[in-house]
């Protein structure tokens, strides 16, 4: 904005100078400190040598400036007795300074520096006017701003003083420099010619211009604000389009396709949005939790839903700049100002910066907000001020978050990641959208939900990519694959593999299990309350957790596999190291997400390992480690789905968690009819009478067991006897005399 000072080349700024000027010289009543007050006059762009000598000469006799002490009286020339002047010379550079002592001198000096400023002000209106014909484009943009803000004349002609001192000389203040805001206030109102009090209000931190981050507590323009850029660059196009944009809803999923999400939240969002509007101020909506999630996507649908236009807040202007806390703050209330409250509802994306105010060491540190985040205050005042439905949307966890900030919500949804039945929606939702249903068909684009947990960013990028690179049919399963793998591995993202399968030749036949229930009858009794039609919600309907126990490698992580294979069911695992946190309560958090993740795919939930996280509470030395297992009980009590359980030490378990499993399984070491069962089914050989007793005489064999030696025999190549395959099975039983633990099989 240099240029303004520089080069006055704009009629309307210029113009408006003068005027204030004017005022501010009609109403300044005291001496004159500062020279550069009368810069208007003695400036070398406005004024002439010859022009300055005439009106002072105008208006001054040449014996009141001979008096002058100033600098400016260079040489005077007496050509008689009576040392009469007949000729002054001047020094350009001293013009001001002569005028500042002509205006302290006394009130008929100073009466007639104010009519020689007046006359002189007319002469530079006239010029600009002769040389300035067209509209000035800041004119334009100021009126702009005035509408948008719907500004009184009062706060417009503050405005317009802020514009001013910015742009152009009119900079300095007649007592020199200046600090104090009632100072301020003081010369604000002199320039524009109102009340001080008028301006002192303006000038309030409730008010518009303060209200809108327009101007600072000094009544300054602000550094970072769109306002003082648009002011100088602005394109020409709707103010409001630097703040908020109209998003397009046409293509949002449908409201269906959100399932338990719209069932569970749907109707609350509907009364309560439908409510605002009669209301005296709008409702305030989180959607938070993990990025990818489709909280977006849900925003946008709600809006088709409930039929309404979704306004989305800028995070940024047209040109990525300005997108600052305060910037998106001002936006805000500028939407709510200027929207029709009837039929609109806002959409705050990525509010993570505006929402987070904390400033501790440890908020910091894990996630909280760093230095560029909003002031407290602020934002609270806009949460408690907004008119319209407003959703905000945030990655950042509700922790992160100062309570006084989260209160302030009418209402929140988190979004965890991605089931499955959302994957699946996304990829169809997806394909369809370009437009790839020869490429990708139905069946394909499943497949691709159940093996990659990728966000619905992730999916969109991979299918955009696979368009522009136009494969063919045969080729897009690996090319998907080849872009998939890389995003998942970035993104830290699991993938579906065979480890989610039973092993090669697993068959029930042959394991050891102790009870009076065979395994088929497990599965067919998990079958049963899969399907049953009986009301979830029944105190009385019995669950479905069971418990697998037994030594390591006797099957029960592959029994849970074939049980997921055999009832064509996504099998959720979740190890100790899945659900164990070093952080107070964040333990119980995972386990509540574990339970939700698979309630919402109506997934099988396993817990491996599950001694880890479920120990006797009765030798617990820390609250925590209480209230975790709490938490695990609890949700085994309210669990709708199916949840599996195994350890290898069974003796580890809390007490109180057993009635809690509707079928408790114990896995043992075979007995000899299984060992040869596995011995010839993995092997792909039929044993000896002999070598089947040497079989039957190995202690402690489990299926586990038997894999790893094939395994381990898998690449000597040529023929194996069965005598080495029992010497290995031999070293395998060895090794466990060690009592080393070994993760189940």
Not at 229 to 255: C, H, R, S, V
Not at 463 to 470: A, F, G, I, S, W
Not at 495 to 500: P, S, W
Request: aromatic content about 8%; glycine content about 8%.
């Amino acid at each position: 904005m240099q240029r303004f000072k520089n080069n006055m080349s704009d009629g309307w700024l210029f113009k408006q100078e003068l005027r204030l000027f004017r005022n501010f010289m009609r109403n300044w009543k005291r001496d004159v400190d500062d020279c550069d007050f009368f810069d208007i006059f003695a400036n070398s762009n406005n004024t002439t040598e010859n022009e300055a000598k005439a009106f002072l000469k105008k208006y001054f006799s040449l014996e009141t400036l001979a008096k002058c002490d100033s600098v400016c009286v260079e040489r005077v020339r007496r050509e008689d007795g009576e040392g009469r002047i007949v000729h002054l010379s001047l020094s350009r550079c001293s013009t001001d300074g002569l005028l500042r002592e002509l205006w302290n001198k006394d009130k008929s000096s100073r009466a007639r520096c104010r009519e020689m400023l007046e006359e002189w002000c007319d002469v530079l209106e006239k010029r600009k006017s002769r040389t300035c014909r067209r509209k000035d484009p800041i004119e334009t943009r100021m009126g702009e701003i005035c509408r948008v803000l719907k500004l009184n004349e009062v706060e417009r002609d503050i405005l317009v003083y802020a514009a001013v001192r910015l742009m152009t000389c009119f900079d300095d203040f007649p007592v020199g420099n200046t600090s104090g805001r009632n100072d301020r206030a003081m010369f604000i109102a002199m320039a524009i010619d109102r009340p001080c009090s008028m301006v002192t209000n303006a000038l309030a931190a409730n008010e518009k211009l303060r209200r809108y981050e327009v101007l600072d507590s000094d009544g300054d323009l602000e550094r970072n604000s769109p306002f003082r850029n648009y002011l100088d660059n602005g394109d020409g196009e709707m103010l409001e389009g630097q703040f908020y944009k109209k998003t397009p809803i046409d293509d949002a999923l449908p409201w269906d396709y959100y399932g338990k999400l719209a069932e569970e939240h749907g109707g609350i969002l509907r009364s309560m949005i439908s409510s605002a509007k009669s209301g005296k101020r709008g409702v305030n909506i989180l959607f938070y939790g993990e990025p990818g999630t489709g909280k977006t996507s849900f925003a946008k649908t709600l809006a088709k839903e409930l039929g309404l236009d979704l306004f989305e807040i800028r995070q940024g202007d047209r040109n990525g700049e300005h997108n600052s806390p305060q910037s998106r703050m001002a936006g805000i209330r500028i939407c709510n100002d200027q929207v029709p409250r009837e039929r609109s509802m806002i959409m705050v994306d990525e509010s993570d910066q505006l929402l987070r105010t904390s400033m501790d060491f440890f908020a910091a540190l894990f996630g909280g907000m760093g230095s560029s985040g909003s002031e407290k205050g602020v934002i609270n005042s806009i949460l408690d001020e907004t008119k319209l439905p407003t959703i905000w949307i945030s990655n950042a966890p509700a922790r992160a978050l100062d309570d006084s900030v989260r209160r302030r919500f009418d209402y929140s949804i988190r979004f965890d990641k991605l089931g499955a039945r959302q994957r699946s929606a996304i990829w169809r939702n997806s394909v369809k959208k370009f437009r790839l249903e020869r490429l990708v068909p139905a069946e394909l684009a499943e497949q691709f939900a159940q093996k990659y947990q990728a966000s619905a960013g992730g999916i969109a990028m991979v299918l955009e990519n696979v368009k522009r690179m136009r494969p063919r049919k045969d080729k897009v399963a690996a090319l998907v694959e080849s872009l998939m793998k890389p995003h998942c591995e970035l993104m830290e993202a699991k993938t579906k593999d065979d480890a989610l399968m039973p092993t090669k030749d697993y068959s029930l036949d042959g394991l050891n299990i102790k009870g009076d229930i065979a395994l088929d009858r497990i599965v067919e009794a998990v079958r049963n309350f899969r399907n049953s039609k009986e009301d979830g919600n029944d105190p009385d309907r019995p669950r479905m957790n069971i418990l697998l126990w037994g030594p390591p490698g006797t099957g029960k992580t592959e029994f849970v596999k074939h049980l997921g294979k055999t009832l064509n069911s996504r099998v959720v695992v979740k190890m100790g190291s899945d659900l164990l946190s070093c952080w107070v309560g964040e333990t119980e958090k995972n386990i509540k997400r574990a339970f939700d993740e698979a309630e919402a795919d109506n997934a099988i939930l396993f817990l491996d390992e599950i001694d880890g996280i479920v120990q006797d509470r009765s030798g617990a030395q820390r609250s925590w480690e209480v209230t975790q297992v709490n938490e695990l009980l609890n949700r085994m009590e309210n669990f709708k789905g199916v949840m599996v359980g195994a350890t290898n030490f069974m003796d580890n378990l809390d007490a109180a968690i057993m009635r809690r499993f509707t079928f408790k399984l114990q896995f043992d070491y075979l007995e000899a009819d299984g060992k040869r069962a596995f011995f010839e089914r993995m092997f792909k050989t039929r044993l000896g009478d002999a070598e089947a007793m040497r079989l039957a005489a190995i202690p402690n064999l489990a299926p586990g067991d038997f894999r790893t030696v094939r395994q381990s025999l898998y690449y000597l190549g040529g023929s194996v006897s069965n005598e080495t395959r029992l010497n290995e099975l031999e070293k395998e039983c060895s090794l466990k005399k060690g009592g080393g633990r070994r993760i189940g099989f």
